[in-house]
């Protein structure tokens, strides 16, 4: 099993609609999670950090849940300019390393 | 405030030949990051070095890939000799600290081996 897993995707939804992905993480011990965006051919940039209690930023809300060991983004009123691959990313058993998923393909229609 | 800052951005080599690529990090940023992505892959860490130390190069494949961050700023990564499954990006980052703090990514080196 991977460390962290991410469904590939793509997910294709029409503009204005709200759309979900989750990223599951096997290591208890990770304290740290982060969603980067990726556009095509382009290197990963920070959308958000992941704290226990969740975070807004806009149309962006991002949520953790220890219990059922995954992280969540959820991005309301998609924009065409959202059509990116999402990262996520666990901190491992040390607090130095950083565990990445292999990204959700996101594809807003218009 | 300048970004991490990469070359080359492109690379054409035949399989058994050698690469070396450069980074040069945000300034102030201890930690220091060598990924390779392959294409639909998440970034795969190499190596990484907080100031000129090595912290974890566990999945560095040691006996064709080296790197080297001599005075704690910029790296060299390099690879001898080159194999086709080499062909990849190989995106450098840099953070202020190591693990939880946020990493700022190069444009990466686009690599083909042929």
């Known amino acids: 099993r991977k460390e962290v897993e991410q469904d590939p995707g793509p997910f294709n939804v029409p503009e204005g609609a709200t759309v979900a992905f989750n990223c599951t993480y096997s290591?208890?011990?990770?304290?740290?999670f982060f969603w980067y965006r990726q556009d095509c051919r382009k290197e990963p940039k920070l959308l958000m950090s992941?704290?226990?209690?969740?975070n807004e930023d806009g149309r962006f809300t991002a949520q953790l849940n220890r219990a059922s060991q995954y992280i969540s983004l959820l991005i309301r009123d998609s924009k065409l300019s959202d059509s990116a691959t999402y990262l996520c990313?666990?901190?491992?058993?040390?607090?130095?390393?950083?565990?990445w998923g292999a990204g959700t393909k996101l594809i807003i229609k218009p | 405030e300048a970004g991490v800052a990469q070359s080359p951005r492109y690379k054409i080599i035949e399989k058994r030949q050698s690469v070396a690529f450069w980074c040069n990090p945000i300034?102030?940023?201890?930690?220091l990051y060598w990924y390779q992505q392959i294409l639909g892959q998440g970034p795969k860490l190499l190596i990484q070095?907080?100031?000129?130390?090595?912290?974890?190069d566990s999945q560095l494949p040691k006996d064709r890939f080296s790197a080297e961050r001599l005075k704690g700023v910029d790296s060299t990564l390099k690879i001898q000799p080159a194999k086709l499954e080499d062909s990849a990006v190989y995106l450098c980052?840099?953070?202020?600290?190591?693990?939880?703090?946020?990493?700022?990514f190069g444009p990466g080196t686009r690599l083909t081996v042929t």
């Open positions: 300034s102030g940023h201890a930690t």
């Open positions: 980052a840099s953070s202020l600290r190591q693990g939880d703090s946020e990493q700022y």
């Open positions: 992941v704290y226990s209690s969740g």
């Open positions: 070095f907080q100031n000129n130390g090595v912290v974890d």
């Open positions: 990313a666990a901190t491992g058993d040390s607090n130095y390393q950083l565990i």
């Open positions: 290591n208890s011990a990770s304290q740290s």
